[in-house]
């Protein structure tokens, strides 16, 4: 009369129905991907800057290679162009006007050259600059001489002897200038540590 235990068994599992499989962590499986989507952009932005910091780098540098690679050349043609200014200021208006026409031809002749090749070292960055009527400025003139003058702040260029050239943001060479003393005083000009920096360098 006892009922088959391995039957019983059957029976039991057949009213249980069908067993479910164990369900799958859904949502912690969400979340690790949007942690790794948003570390994998987290690293796609710091590569995007560093490429863009790299980029502006390599081409300041190629610009400083090329505009300042060019100093030591530029000294040497600035002593052309002072040859030339010394040759024009040795003749005087007097003398231009009582000389014959060649020699007047001559003279314009030397003024365009000069002219041509302060205009190409500016077209390649470097500048001249005359002080007269500044502020003396130690980082961008060399005092050569003072001139007692009390209607004249002291402290201010009164005189150049030779101008001043600029390349770039840097010193090519100061100007040679004469500064004035006895007037009022102004107030000095800064001392720039990275411009007399930069020009010891350049």
Request: hydrophobic share 40%; no cysteine.
């Amino acid at each position: 009369m006892g009922i088959d235990m391995t039957e019983q068994t059957a029976r039991a599992e057949d009213a249980a129905g069908p067993s479910e499989p164990a369900s799958s962590s859904g949502p912690p499986a969400e979340a690790d991907a949007a942690v790794l989507a948003a570390e994998l952009k987290d690293k796609l932005l710091r590569t995007l800057a560093e490429m863009e910091n790299l980029r502006k780098r390599t081409e300041r540098e190629v610009t400083d290679s090329r505009l300042y690679g060019i100093a030591a050349f530029a000294r040497d043609v600035l002593a052309v162009a002072d040859n030339m200014r010394r040759a024009l200021e040795a003749v005087s208006p007097e003398l231009r006007g009582s000389v014959e026409a060649g020699v007047k031809a001559l003279v314009a002749g030397v003024e365009l050259t000069e002219r041509e090749l302060l205009k190409a070292l500016e077209k390649n960055g470097v500048r001249q600059f005359t002080p007269r009527g500044e502020k003396f400025d130690p980082n961008l003139h060399q005092a050569m001489f003072e001139v007692p003058d009390p209607s004249v702040p002291a402290g201010s260029v009164v005189e150049v002897v030779q101008p001043g050239y600029m390349i770039g943001e840097r010193m090519l060479r100061p100007a040679l200038v004469g500064v004035s003393k006895g007037g009022a005083k102004t107030a000095p000009a800064p001392v720039n540590d990275n411009a007399t920096a930069r020009a010891r360098d350049s």
